[in-house]
């Protein structure tokens, strides 16, 4: 089947965009229309480590319009993880409901239920807890084999993964490719840094919130701002020791995830409530709570080895991997992985090796991150190749193009050809340090990266199509759209395939009692594999078409031609498709016409960047600005490039973020610093005017839908390194920590 495209791989605006904008979609809370609904809050850990010695709640529970409070004596004792993994999960089964040991300041160690807030938030005050106040654990770098231990009972894990509890291990791996050893013996110039990634709080809008109520069959349904529908209902079933068939989750619009909603954070407690008690229940964290007691990007310290001849031809990379969990192990595996899956490839020809070790530490919560290890991964590879080629005096873009992994069958798209292009539109020969007076100087850096589309071998995703008597098709998906807009690129593909305009293509989305199966949102998935599985459902809904149509006209198939909203036979005679679709469900059809299909791939083609940064330093206060910055992208063929261009805008914008700003310190004890807004930094459109540029180096991805492949977390990963380089260029110093603030900078520059 030949398809002229109308529709794909153009720009369509998004087709929620006019009710976004004018306030009329509705999230999670909009949609809690009983009023009666319990409101649930947490009383939380102030210490970092402690035994629950003794809980009593006798005069909370008098306060009138206290339903119920709950303390781990109450709870199941089922171990699970929240990480929003398919089954069975890589994560290690490390935590419980409520439990008698809090691991960081902000655990949960009683769930209170009321009428309203003022009368939770009253009754949480008058429980008395007695602590048994621990020794923590707060530097991660101290975590590995401490006399503390973090998780005293060891979890279940679904694989080798590593884990030894009486090690603060929640996963170790050693992956090697080719002879390190031999590649370092041949080197002629060595490089051996150590960088560090902090971590990253999500900042998205919408709050970690749930709402639930059992309806009338006596099911638990469940209303979440979630990334991962379908990941939540197993979590939930084997938490709450209940079969999962008794469970409903229902995905409304999201204001943003950025994988924070990858782990099932707050679903749990108002679930429990509601199954308790019989009541609607709902939990909205607030800001502090989405901050310090959530999940964050995971800390890393990464030491690289790096070796090369003199003409800059790397012969060995070595990585040694120190990643920060925190307080439970979401994640742990996976995001350090990334870190060689996503490095490695694209150094195809280097022998490679990396061990890394994923630590507890009495923090803050390690989880999903847009860019998932490999932001941590590019920084410091990336920022090494940027060392090695000055120690050599070579343009650190030469570099990589002696070893990047070339064009080949194998790999669609190709690295070198993002380069070519950004050094030409950058004008990157003539980027010279520039003095710009007043102390300014201004200067630039390049890094790459690539990134996967979709887990190959692991995840599905499933669409099913319904032609309705309407003559107008529902798209069934389990994806879950946050802002990123695949709910209108799998409303484009379907309408191409089915030749209809997208009006007729009515997208329901990621309800686990109607969407067919799908992981959710997250690594890069959305459009590479929910959108194969769209196309291979459109293209069974044609054929079922002119089967019914071949039915009613009493035509042969191969006698009738279809044209979209109709189908025609040899003589010129229509069938619309509103008269198959309103006879196919009549006595006459006897067959509302219905198609799904899964699929799942076995690679993940990588999409990749090249981005470019010129920085202005002010060299008397270390302020930095990004004054021009300029990526180009290979993501295939893009859907809807329109699309594919916000969704780099806001990725560079939160590598920015990363890079310049975004901090998160603990104290002493443990207590998250930069717990709300006015403490943590995000880049504005202030900060970063019009100065970020996109372009696209097209390519053709044979696997993906008409072309395409992932484009959601590739973005992110270049700004920190290309940054740091274009800072050592304008000052002369090396800052190999995240963030680069301002006070970072100013004392490097004046460092004796």
């Avoid at 669609?412 to 010279?432: H, Q, V």
Wanted: neutral net charge; proline residues 4%.
């Amino acid at each position: 089947m030949k398809i002229v495209k109308k529709i794909v791989n153009k720009s369509t605006k998004k087709i929620d965009s006019i009710g976004i904008i004018t306030g009329r979609p509705l999230y999670t809370d909009d949609l809690v229309i009983n009023n009666n609904s319990l409101i649930v809050k947490l009383l939380r850990s102030p210490h970092a480590y402690a035994r629950i010695a003794d809980i009593d709640t006798s005069i909370a529970k008098k306060v009138p319009g206290v339903e119920a409070i709950f303390t781990y004596h109450d709870v199941p004792n089922t171990m699970f993880t929240l990480a929003g993994q398919s089954y069975p999960e890589p994560s290690p089964y490390d935590r419980k409901i409520l439990d008698e040991y809090v691991r960081y300041v902000g655990d949960p160690v009683a769930i209170i239920a009321a009428i309203d807030e003022k009368t939770a938030e009253k009754a949480m005050k008058l429980i008395k807890v007695k602590y048994e106040v621990l020794e923590a654990v707060i530097d991660y770098e101290k975590a590995l084999d401490s006399d503390i231990l973090v998780h005293r009972e060891a979890a279940h894990t679904n694989y080798p993964i590593g884990y030894d509890n009486k090690r603060n291990l929640a996963s170790s791996y050693l992956e090697t490719k080719g002879d390190v050893e031999k590649g370092f013996a041949e080197s002629d110039v060595i490089i051996e840094e150590t960088y560090y990634t902090q971590p990253q709080i999500h900042a998205m809008m919408e709050t970690y919130r749930t709402a639930c109520y059992i309806d009338a069959h006596g099911r638990l349904n469940v209303i979440s701002s979630t990334q991962i529908p379908f990941h939540v209902r197993r979590h939930l079933a084997r938490a709450l020791e209940m079969p999962s068939s008794k469970i409903r989750v229902m995905k409304p619009k999201l204001g943003g995830g950025f994988g924070g909603k990858q782990t099932s954070v707050c679903e749990i407690y108002p679930a429990f409530v509601t199954m308790k008690t019989g009541k609607p229940s709902k939990i909205v964290y607030t800001r502090k709570e989405t901050q310090a007691c959530s999940n964050t990007r995971h800390a890393m310290r990464l030491k690289v080895k790096i070796g090369s001849d003199r003409e800059g031809n790397i012969k060995a990379i070595d990585i040694n991997v120190l990643s920060n969990t925190g307080a439970y192990g979401e994640h742990a595996p996976t995001v350090t992985a990334l870190v060689v899956y996503k490095t490695f490839p694209l150094y195809a020809k280097v022998p490679m090796r990396c061990k890394a070790d994923i630590v507890y530490s009495n923090t803050t919560v390690g989880g999903a991150f847009r860019g998932y290890g490999a932001t941590q991964g590019t920084f410091a590879v990336e920022s090494a190749v940027n060392e090695l080629a000055h120690k050599l005096g070579l343009d650190p873009t030469e570099v990589r193009m002696k070893n990047l992994v070339d064009q080949s069958e194998t790999v669609s798209g190709d690295i070198k050809k993002c380069i070519e292009i950004g050094k030409e539109a950058f004008d990157w020969k003539n980027r010279c340090v520039k003095d710009m007076g007043n102390g300014k100087v201004r200067a630039s850096g390049m890094a790459v990266t690539m990134q996967g589309s979709g887990i190959q071998g692991v995840d599905t995703a499933s669409a099913t199509l319904k032609l309705h008597d309407s003559g107008d098709y529902t798209l069934y998906v389990g994806v879950t759209d946050m802002g990123q807009g695949c709910d209108t690129v799998t409303a484009q593909m379907a309408a191409e395939i089915l030749e209809v305009p997208m009006e007729k293509i009515i997208v329901n989305s990621a309800d686990t009692d109607v969407s067919p199966y799908d992981p959710g949102a997250y690594a890069s998935s959305g459009t590479y594999v929910t959108g194969n599985a769209v196309i291979l459902a459109a293209k069974k809904m044609r054929e079922e078409v002119m089967k019914m149509a071949s039915f009613l006209m009493k035509t042969p198939v191969e006698e009738l031609e279809y044209k979209g909203e109709y189908v025609q036979d040899k003589n010129g005679n229509q069938l619309s498709l509103k008269e198959i679709g309103v006879r196919s469900v009549s006595f006459e059809g006897m067959n509302q016409i219905t198609t799904t299909a899964t699929w799942g791939g076995k690679t993940s083609p990588p999409p990749f960047i090249a981005s470019f940064a010129e920085v202005e330093v002010d060299t008397l206060t270390g302020e930095t600005k990004v004054v021009d910055f300029l990526s180009v992208v290979d993501c295939g063929l893009p859907i809807n490039p329109a699309l594919a261009q916000v969704q780099v805008e806001g990725g560079i914008a939160q590598g920015i973020g990363l890079a310049l700003y975004e901090d998160i310190q603990f104290d002493e004890r443990g207590k998250m610093k930069h717990d709300t807004l006015m403490q943590y930094k995000i880049p504005s459109r202030k900060d970063l005017g019009n100065n970020i540029k996109v372009m696209f180096s097209y390519s053709n991805e044979p696997t993906g839908p008409f072309g395409a492949k992932s484009i959601g977390e590739v973005v992110i990963n270049t700004a920190s390194p290309a940054i740091a380089d274009a800072i050592y260029n304008a000052t002369n110093r090396r800052l190999r920590s995240l963030p680069m603030t301002s006070e970072k900078i100013f004392w490097a520059i004046n460092e004796k």
